[in-house]
Nanobody, 123 residues
Framework: QVQLVESGGGLVQAGGSLRLSCATSGRTLSTYTMGWFRQAPGKEREFVGYITWDIGATAYGDSVKGRFTISRDNAKNTVYLQMNSLKPEDTAVYYC????????????????WGQGTQVTVSS
């Protein structure tokens, strides 16, 4: 079983930055892909990006490309989402997710999820 716990959300002004963390436990995730997704009220869950534990390969959604960066700390079993140049439209609940072996941007492909953390960007 895989446990994921997000933290670091909060209220920030437009143009500001936040760093979200996703602490993992339960099993070795060396062959997993760690994804970040977000969901705003009334909207579908949106792909933010992913990172692979093994080689650190990353990919990002078009709406965050160039502003958000995903990284991992293998020693701490933690994945990070650094968010810069935040916009009001980035306001959402942000989720960390994990899937074995394969990379992907579809939330339905990720069987393990954290509880989410709220990010609110004021204008």
């Amino acid at each position: 079983q895989v446990q994921l716990v997000e933290s670091g959300g909060g209220l920030v002004q437009a143009g500001g930055s936040l760093r979200l963390s996703c602490a993992t436990s339960g099993r070795t995730l060396s062959t997993y892909t760690m994804g970040w997704f977000r969901q705003a009220p009334g909207k579908e869950r949106e792909f933010v990006g992913y990172i692979t534990w093994d080689i650190g390969a990353t990919a990002y959604g078009d709406s965050v490309k160039g502003r958000f960066t995903i990284s991992r700390d293998n020693a701490k079993n933690t994945v990070y989402l650094q968010m810069n140049s935040l916009k009001p439209e980035d306001t959402a609940v942000y989720y960390c997710a994990a899937r074995p072996l394969w990379r992907g941007s579809s939330w339905e492909e990720y069987p393990y999820w954290g509880q989410g953390t709220q990010v609110t960007v004021s204008s």
